[in-house]
């Protein structure tokens, strides 16, 4: 019973991990909520009323969300120049409530500041946030001057609170979050294989299922190792364990993502298509059962199965001889006297099972898991040896970057996006007016929303349209909720802290979702404030259709910055790192000196992020461009392809110096040239530099790499699968040709 117990625990907590890495969803949540509380319980203690207790939740809620950075040092400072600034916005709110022009010209003046302020980083963005939305408040519960000496008190309450959630009640180090993203990792592998071999099992009606699942089993874990590499830096003792764990990360990540599609080749009659691991509705393998042997399909069953247990095992406990014995079977694939009777696709997916059994023993030893090299086989000594020598070989240097250039003046993105929400905002302020001269405020906060983390007018075009179905539904709920706990305070408290809670953990997954936890509980606070009716949430609902509506116009004329400009100009950066991977890796490969190649891989997974996210206006279902939509979800999708192509190319050229199985051929210069040659001419074409640029087809890849001198040996297995690689590699880029409209040279023989 223990034990079952133990185990119930244990995929609980694997559950948990996996949906949301690092726990940072829930820390949010729970810091906010906690901070809220403790200033509503201080506050009660002193007798404030009900005008002060909604005030010092705001200010405690704005003071713990508006903290970005990620060491503790500099967010105790942040949060204690944030203090003044509240101080001298709420006393600004209340000396310009009654001279509405002054005051009006003052929050035009305030928003330009707090969004300019972006450009000066993490600590200008949450003192401009704090400011913004404490002069927010101020005109929310209806600050006098005369009521200043109590709310300082409670903006100081909250102030002080907020700092006790994070530093005290639920704190966070950047170790501890790189620690559950470590884990977040291990249990989204688990899935990713769980995933697979649902795939190796689906029948006919059930492979299209499978399929998404593992493409969404792929897709979690790239966004997890991404976010572990943006917490490399500050969760590391040193730049070599960083380095050290990088490595690991992309190799158990590579390894897993060839794994997928090697078992999605030995279903079908011929090598599969990478793009169908990425793009929704690609053709699926003809083939609609595995076409091995039972006792070929049995085994690989078992060992996908054991594959997954292993990546279970929590790293600080050893794997016993039971699991030890399966570990040295797995990696015994990686020899290929141990593969067993099967099709060569079928060996392919055993190979790529000891694989990434090689990455998961990488992945443990670089997290300092237990280790017990008693039960060691041949296969696993030398996995073993490999792995310590490339520890070894680990650069621990960092390469400097060059600076870029400095965008000045109106080009400066911070510099728009402050005159876009300046103008905005005057637009919502006087439509609010006419709307309600009390509460003309909701449609400047929403025109000021809708323009944080947008670039675009498409991207400020869909966040307004969530934000106005989020409210809607809201006040539903808010009109719900104020009849069921509207005359019971601290009852209404509680559930105004519930939806808080829910509004920070479901804000990074859904925008909807986020703004109707925000309304629902606002209808609650009208209550309490006693400003409570229906007619004061369907303003509501107008305000933030007006404000959104101000948003997006001001984007659109005002300094605009059109969604096929800026997907453009992600694209073309997209393009520019994908060739410098795929140059600097089949350098390397040829035998050209070792580079930094997995910052240059990540850098190109950041750039594909950006890419995905800039052309969510273009893919979102609503969207009436139903052509547009589908062939940006289909150059999006290649793009990934091809990502994974570098990627691998990469962490092989990241093994040549190390692994003695891996040798350097000169001839791969030959075959990555009419790649860069075509990468480079699409990205040109993209951005308007050769209109006449043209993409080059001819002869495949491999032939590329025919000997010149008859009797010269061809390549070997390693090469060959470089060259597998670069095939694909090959022909998605010439497949970006014809939906970005790149011209195709005549082919050449």
């Known amino acids: 019973m223990k034990a079952a117990g133990g185990s119930v625990r244990a995929r609980l907590r694997d559950g948990v991990a996996a949906s949301d890495p690092g726990l940072l969803r829930l820390a949010a949540g729970l810091r906010t909520v906690a901070a809220i509380a403790l200033t509503l319980a201080v506050l009660a203690l002193l007798g404030a009323d009900v005008t ?24 105790a400072v942040t949060l204690a120049l944030g203090l003044p600034v509240a101080l001298a916005a709420v006393t600004l709110g209340a000396l310009l409530s009654s001279r509405v022009v002054a005051g009006d010209l003052f929050f035009l003046a305030l928003i330009f500041c707090a969004v300019y302020g972006r450009r000066f980083g993490d600590r200008g963005t949450a003192l401009g946030l704090i400011g913004f939305q404490v002069y927010f408040l101020s005109l929310f519960v209806g600050v006098t001057v005369s009521g200043l000496p109590e709310l300082y008190g409670a903006l100081g309450i909250a102030f002080v609170s907020s700092a006790l959630a994070r530093f005290a009640l639920v704190p966070q180090t950047p170790a501890g979050i ?20 649902a795939l190796l099992d689906a029948g006919p009606d059930e492979v299209e299922k499978a399929l998404e699942d593992l493409r969404g089993g792929t897709a979690r874990l790239n966004e997890t190792a991404m976010m572990i590499q943006a917490r490399l830096e500050e969760g590391t003792a040193d730049a070599a364990t960083a380095r050290l764990v990088q490595r690991r990360i992309a190799d158990a990540e590579i390894a897993a993502e060839r794994l997928g599609l090697l078992l999605l080749t030995a279903r079908s009659a011929e090598r599969a298509n990478t793009l169908t691991l990425h793009l929704p509705g690609a053709p699926v393998p003809a083939e609609s059962r595995l076409p091995v042997p039972d006792e070929a399909t049995a085994t690989l069953r078992r060992d ?11 790293v600080t406990e050893n794997t016993g001889t039971g699991l030890s014995h399966v570990r040295n079977r797995l990696l015994g694939y990686r020899d290929e006297e141990n593969l067993p009777p099967a099709p060569v696709a079928v060996q392919d997916v055993f190979r790529g099972i000891g694989e990434a059994a090689r990455a998961v023993l990488g992945l443990r030893i670089a997290l300092g898991g237990a280790q017990d090299e008693s039960d060691d086989t041949p296969a696993t000594a030398r996995s073993r040896e490999e792995l310590d ?17 400095e965008l000045t003046g109106l080009r400066r993105p911070t510099t728009r996006a402050a005159v876009q929400v300046a103008v905005g905002s005057s637009l919502a302020m006087v439509g609010g007016e006419f709307l309600s001269s009390q509460r003309w405020y909701w449609a400047v906060l929403t025109c000021w929303i809708v323009f944080i983390n947008t670039a675009s007018t498409g991207e400020i075009l869909v966040k307004g349209y969530r934000r106005l179905v989020g409210t809607v539904l809201g006040v539903v709920a808010g009109i719900v909720l104020a009849g069921l706990v509207g005359q019971h305070t601290w009852t209404a408290f509680a559930v105004v802290l519930l939806c808080v809670f829910a509004m920070f953990y479901t804000a990074p997954l859904s925008y ?40 997006v116009v001001a984007a659109a004329f005002v300094l605009p910055v059109h969604t096929d400009r800026r997907t453009n100009e992600l694209l073309v950066t997209v393009l520019d790192r994908l060739a410098d991977v795929t140059e600097v890796a089949v350098e390397q490969l040829s035998g050209g000196p070792p580079v930094d190649l997995l910052d240059k891989a990540r850098d190109l997974d950041e750039a594909l992020a950006d890419l995905r996210a800039a052309t969510q206006p273009l893919t979102h279902p609503v969207t009436p461009l139903r052509a547009r939509r589908d062939t940006a979800r289909y150059v999006v999708a290649l793009l990934e392809t091809c990502a994974y192509h570098a990627r691998s190319l990469a962490a092989t050229a990241e093994l040549l110096p190390t692994h003695p199985t891996i040798a350097a051929d000169p001839r791969l210069r030959r075959a990555g040239r009419r790649i860069a040659h075509n990468i ?30 008859p009797g010269t040996p061809r390549y070997g297995r390693v090469t060959d699968r470089v060259l597998r690689h670069l095939q694909r590699l090959d022909e998605s880029v010439a497949g970006l040709a014809r939906p970005l409209g790149v011209p195709v040279a005549a082919p050449q023989g």
Do not use: N, W
């Open 512 to 551: 909807t979702l986020m703004s109707f936890f925000v309304t629902a509980a606002l209808g609650v606070l009208y209550t309490l404030l006693h400003t409570y009716s229906l007619s004061v949430l369907v303003l509501r609902v107008e305000e933030t259709a007006l404000g959104a509506a101000c948003g």
């Open 680 to 709: 480079g001419a699409i990205s040109a074409r993209v951005g308007g530099e050769e209109a006449a640029a043209k993409i080059e087809t001819g002869r495949s890849i491999a032939s590329l790499l025919e000997p010149e001198i």
């Open 178 to 197: 790189l620690e559950r993203l470590r884990e977040a990792f291990r249990a989204r592998l688990a899935q990713l294989v769980a995933a697979q071999l």
């Open 52 to 75: 002060h207790l909604v005030a010092g939740a705001m200010a405690a809620m704005v003071a713990t969300f508006a903290i970005r950075e990620k060491q503790r040092g500099p967010q």
């Open 304 to 314: 996908l199965d054991a594959l997954r247990m292993l990546v279970l095992r929590p």
């Open 389 to 405: 020598a490339e520890d070894a070989a680990i650069d621990a240097g960092e390469d400097g970057e060059g600076d870029e250039a």
